[in-house]
């Protein structure tokens, strides 16, 4: 008996501690409908593909003669992906690669194309079969908008000056009979063009003054040819380099370029202790979006500077390299920087994307790194299968805010903390599309309480959900493999409503949830 009563004791004791661990959290927020008036870019939403890995090659282009299913050389499957989530800019060909690639090599004859040694990525050989044709042929097939980057470390001024004229020229020069020596009539339009990757480090290890410099330089012979303008980006601060920054405001006119890039991976701990893509533990989910929102505090202070020098924005801040870097996946190239891809990553993305919604005026392109197979890859690739990752589904989710006006978004949440580190339990945005419709995504970074959010909308006569999709999966830790595809999925929510004015919708604990109102 007494046994018996101990037992229910403790039962109950235990029902109270999880109801206390476990409970449903409120949230509630207020959207001005009406009150918008920045519009983001979807320049924000661009990708990143490198000749790194198995990104370009197996992952991109096997070539017309593949066994894989092809279009004219491209994969099929991924091809079709990428469509479908609207990619508006592609960065190529790197990276640190960029700055060792002579753009002369990867065209002409692919029989008769030099080889290469890819001395950052593996030490493999690059054998130059996919070059500028491939590149813009791919970009149209997509209907994205190519984003090149040119080599400042070990290229020239002159062979920069003809990648421009050989892509963009449409007359008779030199580069463009060339180019139309190899099969290519009409220029292709490049408005996107960095001038050199890193050139703190891999592009040449220069101080900032130096760049500067080089910058004026180069930049001056890259010409806008007929229609074409080019929109020219310096290669700009790793992470935290202010000075960087600075140093290019004050040193480079500001005619002579349109946009600073900025670097910034997330790491579980750091850059030495880069932590595991899989089978981690909820410190490291915290230690990797609490590591992510710094995307913020990096925006706003390299924003503070160049508002310094350009207080009407003209110049962007181009993150046109970010996303999660984890260890390589053992029994892999450690060369070839290939990861698995989980709940976690697509919720960082998640964050990131509001984060980058959030300094819209100044933020006007950004690029994941990188498409497939590298890095916090939105597909995967082995052989002739392919698999869509978590990541991918939230760029699939967001797509409605590309160019839709943002919307001032206010929400009040819980903390998800760990000792005095704290995170907003719910990362939020909404935009307005050009046809009047209104987005709101949510992002309930708790990974254990469902939150039951009530928002109320200002501004708008907006009465009903239209649809409502959430992304979510039983483990922070769940991934999408080759023989199980679909354990992460975007899927239809039921139960959203719009009663008296309020939007009311429960957000699973650790997901993505995207609203629209009609
Ligand atoms: O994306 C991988 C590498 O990270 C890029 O080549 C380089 O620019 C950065 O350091």
């Known amino acids: ?43 924000i939403y661009g990708h990143f593909a490198e000749h790194l890995g198995r990104c370009i090659y197996g992952g991109i282009w096997v070539g017309e003669d593949s066994s894989i299913p092809n279009i004219n050389g ?8 990428l469509k479908a989530i609207q990619i508006p800019n592609l960065r190529w060909p790197g990276g640190c690669f960029a700055d060792e690639y002579h753009w ?21 050989v690059e054998d130059n079969s996919f070059g500028t044709h491939e590149f813009l042929n791919f970009c149209e097939l997509l209907g994205t908008e190519p984003y090149i980057c040119g080599n400042v470390g070990s290229g020239s001024v002159e062979e920069m000056s003809k990648w421009v004229e050989y892509m963009t020229f449409d007359g008779e020069s030199p580069m463009a009979n060339l180019r139309k020596q190899n099969g290519r009539e009409k220029p292709w ?35 806008n040819y007929g229609e074409n303008r080019v929109y020219k980006i310096a290669g700009g601060a790793n992470v935290d380099d202010y000075n960087w920054t600075e140093t290019l405001m004050r ?61 009407a924005k003209r110049i962007s801040l181009v993150v046109d390299e970010w996303g999660a870097w984890y260890n390589v996946e053992k029994g892999t190239n450690p060369g070839f920087l290939y990861q698995q891809n989980t709940l976690r990553d697509a919720i960082l993305a998640g964050v990131i994307l509001n984060i980058f919604h959030d300094h819209a005026e100044r933020v006007q392109i950004a690029n994941l790194a ?31 805010h590309q160019d839709a006006t943002r919307l001032p978004l206010t929400v009040t949440s819980h903390e998800y903390s760990k000792g005095r580190r704290k995170l907003n ?22 990974p254990v309480n469902e939150i039951e959010f009530s928002c109320d909308l200002r501004g708008t006569s907006a009465s009903k959900v239209g649809y409502a999709q959430v992304l979510t999966a039983k483990e922070i830790g769940s991934h999408n493999t080759f023989a199980s595809p679909e354990v992460v999925k975007l899927a239809d929510m039921k139960g959203a409503k719009i009663e008296k004015g309020i939007l009311k919708v429960k957000l699973p604990a650790k997901s993505l949830v995207t609203v629209q109102l009609n």
């Open 1 to 43: 008996m007494r046994r018996q009563f101990s037992g229910l004791i403790l039962a109950a004791v235990s029902l109270l501690l999880a109801s206390s661990v476990f409970a449903q959290q409120k949230a509630t927020g207020v959207l001005n409908a009406d009150q918008g008036s920045v519009v983001i870019n979807k320049h």
């Open 74 to 81: 491209y994969r099929t499957d991924v091809v079709n992906a």
């Open 104 to 124: 002369k090599d990867g065209i002409g004859p692919r029989e008769s194309r030099p080889k290469m040694i890819n001395t950052h990525w593996g030490g493999v």
């Open 189 to 223: 339009k490049v408005t996107y063009f960095g001038v050199g990757n890193e050139n703190w480090g891999c592009g040449g290890n220069m101080t900032a003054e130096t760049y500067a410099n080089e910058y004026r330089r180069y930049a001056t012979y890259v010409r």
């Open 251 to 311: 040193n480079v006119p500001h005619h002579m370029m349109r946009g600073i890039s900025l670097h910034n991976y997330t790491f579980t701990n750091s850059w030495t202790n880069k932590g595991e893509a899989t089978g981690f533990n909820e410190d490291d989910y915290f230690n990797v979006l609490f590591n992510g929102v710094r995307m913020d505090e990096l925006i706003r202070r390299h924003t503070t500077i160049m508002d310094k020098y350009d207080p």
């Open 370 to 400: 990188q498409m497939v197979n590298v890095l916090q890859a939105i597909i995967l690739t082995e052989e002739d299968k392919m698999v869509l990752t978590p990541t991918y589904h939230v760029f699939n989710m967001y797509k409605v």
């Open 425 to 446: 339990a719910i990362s939020a945005t909404a935009s307005m599309n050009k046809e009047g419709k209104i987005h709101v995504s949510l992002v309930n970074v708790d």
